[in-house]
């Protein structure tokens, strides 16, 4: 984007510098503010902790998790770029797997199938459940109670402790 004129913005191709006339801090966010939805799926018979992500495109196992669980993994015959939110940050998606997933819905009942799931080195987590999974099964984010709905109901997800207790193994 760059200034017109007038006063308005026009979007434009070429990168520009930021200037700045001071240098600040960056805000400190309480933890609760950072908090991810998490929660423990069944994925290839096994639990894993996983990471409910809404800005991500695509489904993925860490390669340990697949190694581990035994996953059938195959090669991609047409690999893709994974691209994260900033520039410069891509890495290739070139393995995937079919996996059976079991999400426990607690007394609303299990939700289980088999999906196609990418092979993408994770950081932190065993998978990332993304947009695709979470449209097919109805799934929504609650961020003001914490929650993981399908299909309305809500499903165990980790507490504060739980979830550390996991981050601080990967």
Known sequence: MSATKDGGYQA???PRKIRSTYVGKRPL?????NRCLSAMLEINGVDAF???DSGSTSDALSPDFARVTHADVFQLDN????QLGTKGSRSRISYGCMVPYSIHGGEHGDIKGKDYMDIANIDRYDAVIGTVFMRKHGIALDFESNAIRVK????PTLTKGEESIELARC
């Open 12 to 14: 434009t191709l070429k």
């Open 152 to 155: 309305g109901k809500k499903i």
């Open 50 to 52: 996983v990471l409910f």
């Open 79 to 82: 690999p893709v770029t994974l």
């Open 29 to 33: 966010r309480e933890s609760a503010d």
